[in-house]
């Protein structure tokens, strides 16, 4: 009764290596479609540079990364360029924040929509009518993902007046503007308030029905990834040390002792 699902993206084998020091080892990870994966793991387990090596910010050692592109089929993505791997379909948030602080929070997200408009530059330079459609298109896409992320009020500030949690929900919003296959999250709730958290969880659920997404996210608050992901995969010193539904990974001995391990403010 239950139809596999398409699995978007398939890492094997995943090898980064520093110098002498491997801080990915051996990692197998994979995403279906629809689905809400995190990937936990103490501090220095190789969380993010998991992320930067499946965007092209870093050139796997040894490995695959590969996509399942409802166009083009599957496709290995190693050694792409991160503005391209944007363009396939694969879209992220920062740890640290990185917005555009002089611009607006609309502008934001228009620069999101960039990579899926088609004016050349001849047309911007004159103006001419595809080129002025396209432009209003992209001002109401993004006003109309202002909304759902809750900031339409704020279109016209700057982002950098934005509260902490505004701020990561215009991230959001400006990698939704990419028109993404799969939402990378790297610690969307670090920083925020129990509060703020919990509206953090209900968008992301928001967001996976509506647009069916497939969604990876990077999370130190447990409460929110046991209870918002479908599956949880855990590193350690760059190995994979379990996966499985978060009922598994929370009663494994493995991940136990990993956690209670670590400093507690990991």
Do not use: W
């Amino acid at each position: 009764m239950n139809k596999e699902k398409r699995t978007v993206l398939n890492v094997n084998d995943l090898c980064m290596d520093f110098g002498g020091l491997r801080a990915l080892d051996e990692v197998d990870l994979d995403v279906r479609e629809g689905e809400i994966v995190a990937l936990i793991g103490p501090n220095g387990a190789g969380k993010t540079t998991f992320f930067n090596c499946i965007t092209g910010i870093y050139n796997p050692t040894r490995g695959d990364v590969v996509v399942d592109l409802k166009t083009e089929g599957k496709k290995r993505i190693n050694g792409i360029k991160p503005n391209h791997v944007t363009e396939l379909g694969m879209a992220r948030t920062f740890q640290n924040i990185r917005l555009f602080p002089s611009m607006t929070v609309i502008e934001n997200v228009m620069i999101g929509c960039h990579c899926r408009t088609k004016a050349t530059f001849v047309g911007a330079v004159l103006h001419d009518p595809r080129t002025k459609r396209e432009e209003q298109e992209t001002v109401l896409k993004s006003y109309e993902l202002l909304q759902e992320v809750g900031l339409d009020k704020y279109a016209d500030e700057l982002a950098c007046n934005l509260p902490y949690g505004a701020q990561r929900r215009l991230e959001i919003a400006r990698a939704l503007a990419t028109e993404p296959f799969l939402l990378l999250l790297d610690e969307p709730a670090a920083g925020m308030n129990p509060q703020e958290t919990s509206a953090l969880k209900d968008l992301i659920l928001t967001i996976k029905d509506k647009h069916n997404m497939s969604i990876l996210l990077i999370e130190h608050d447990m409460k929110m990834v046991m209870s918002l992901s479908d599956r949880v995969f855990v590193l350690e010193y760059g190995r994979e040390i379990a996966s499985g539904t978060p009922r598994e990974v929370s009663e494994n001995p493995d991940v136990i002792k990993a956690y209670l391990g670590e400093d507690e403010d990991a």
